[in-house]
């Protein structure tokens, strides 16, 4: 008797429905990311809640080494603090797989010639911001994030 292995995507929708979950979007059901200004970033993260902002690009190793990370932080954190996310020097087609490969649920917004990190400075990606919820950028972290500076961040924002 021969036995039939499941593999691909077929294997990975028996787990997902196993687990009660929902597929990751496909990259076509992603929108295409909105550009963004240093300005409209400030707006954004003077709305009263602490945000964690992060620049990232699809063809950057050690972004894609961090999107689980900060994934999982917006699930476990997203009532108390606002993820961002900011692609730079990409493609929209490659940004928006990026977001459904990884299934970020967060807004993630188009910085094609990287105005936010050259504002708020740090060179190269990822780049991580933390901002207290009146705006004011309190810490930057240059390269990967690992779970316990990200998670020190977010201490640092909620006052813990």
Same mark, same amino acid.
């Given at each position: 008797m021969r036995r039939r292995l499941v593999t691909g995507a077929a294997a990975i929708a028996l787990v997902v429905?196993? +687990? =009660?979950?929902? $597929?990751?979007?496909s990259p076509g059901s992603v929108a295409p990311l909105p550009p963004i200004t240093p300005t409209e970033l400030s707006t954004l993260v003077s709305n009263g809640t602490p945000s964690v902002v992060?620049?990232? !690009?699809?063809? +950057?190793? $050690?972004c894609r080494s961090e999107a689980p990370l900060l994934a999982a932080a917006s699930g476990r954190f997203g009532g108390q603090v606002q993820f961002i996310g900011i692609d730079v020097q990409d493609q929209q087609e490659a940004a928006q797989s990026f /977001?459904?490969? %990884? =299934?970020?649920? @967060?807004?993630? @917004? %188009?910085? &094609? !010639?990287?105005? /936010? &990190?050259?504002?708020?400075? =740090? /060179? =190269?990606? &990822? /780049?991580?911001?933390? %901002?207290s919820g009146d705006g004011v950028l309190k810490k930057t972290h240059i390269g990967i994030i690992d779970e316990q500076t990200l998670a020190l961040g977010i201490d640092e924002l909620l006052g813990r």
């Open positions: 429905a196993a +687990c =009660g979950g929902s $597929p990751a979007p992060n620049v990232w !690009a699809s063809w +950057c190793g $050690p /977001i459904a490969e %990884f =299934g970020l649920t @967060y807004p993630n @917004y %188009f910085d &094609p !010639a990287r105005s /936010i &990190p050259n504002t708020l400075g =740090g /060179i =190269g990606v &990822p /780049i991580t911001y933390f %901002f």
